[in-house]
């Protein structure tokens, strides 16, 4: 089993909401993925947690704000977004972080912001 | 700034064999090299991975050449179903830290 589930599948907020996606893997992996993709653009990295701790913030502006809870979930918060960052947020995972593990993806959540 | 580059689109009839490669000149002893398969609105599904000479699998195979500064992806006798676009992800590691940086990718269209 390679799942990764992402929920939800579609999230239309506004720009005042506070919102949350979720990722939730049961793979034993303990690396895990935030990655943002425009239309027709390849899929750009956000943060990663290794062993559930911030490895990597690729200088995402705080309004995003994620949160690994335990092993198996992440979150992702989301607040005062603006309208550029609708997009397919794609959540991922593997067993570490380090290079030869095979990083494992989620259907992603599209999120629209009005 | 470690980077991976793909050429941009190709077009297949069925049935054709599709090479696609991908370069990537700055890689590390340690780092693999991976494809991806993404259709629309889709998150992209993992294909193959290798480090180094050949790797094959039940749909593709990956030929990586010994100074493993490029990569090439093959699809064997395609489908209408393979019109995706194609990643090639090198997890670039060194000097404490990795780069996870997906290349622009390429468009695969397959005629009938």
């Known amino acids: 089993d390679t799942e990764v589930t992402q929920t939800p599948k579609h999230l239309v907020m506004g720009m005042t909401n506070k919102k949350s996606l979720k990722c939730e893997q049961h793979m034993g992996h303990r690396a895990m993925y935030w990655y943002k993709q425009k239309a027709k653009k390849p899929p750009e990295l956000m943060f990663v947690y290794s062993y559930e701790k911030l490895s990597i913030n690729e200088s995402v502006p705080s309004r995003f704000s994620p949160e690994c809870p335990n092993s198996s979930l992440l979150n992702l918060h989301l607040h005062a977004l603006q309208p550029e960052d609708s997009a397919l947020y794609l959540c991922a995972s593997s067993l570490t972080g380090a290079s030869g593990n095979t990083i494992y993806f989620g259907e992603g959540s599209w999120l629209t912001v009005v | 700034l470690a980077k991976t580059t793909q050429p941009i689109s190709m077009d297949s009839y069925e049935g054709q064999e599709v090479n696609i490669t991908c370069s990537h000149n700055?890689?590390?002893?340690?780092?693999?090299i991976t494809w991806y398969q993404q259709f629309p609105s889709q998150g992209p599904r993992f294909i193959i991975q290798?480090?180094?000479t050949k790797v094959t699998n039940e749909v593709a195979s990956l030929f990586i050449p010994a100074d493993r500064k490029s990569s090439t992806l093959s699809l064997p006798r395609v489908s209408l179903s393979d019109t995706a676009v194609y990643y090639c992800?090198?997890?670039?590691?060194?000097?404490?830290?990795?780069?996870?940086?997906f290349g622009k990718g390429t468009k695969l269209s397959v005629i009938p």
């Open positions: 700055n890689i590390a002893t340690n780092d693999y």
């Open positions: 992800l090198v997890v670039f590691s060194g000097a404490g830290s990795y780069q996870l940086t």
């Open positions: 290798g480090y180094k």
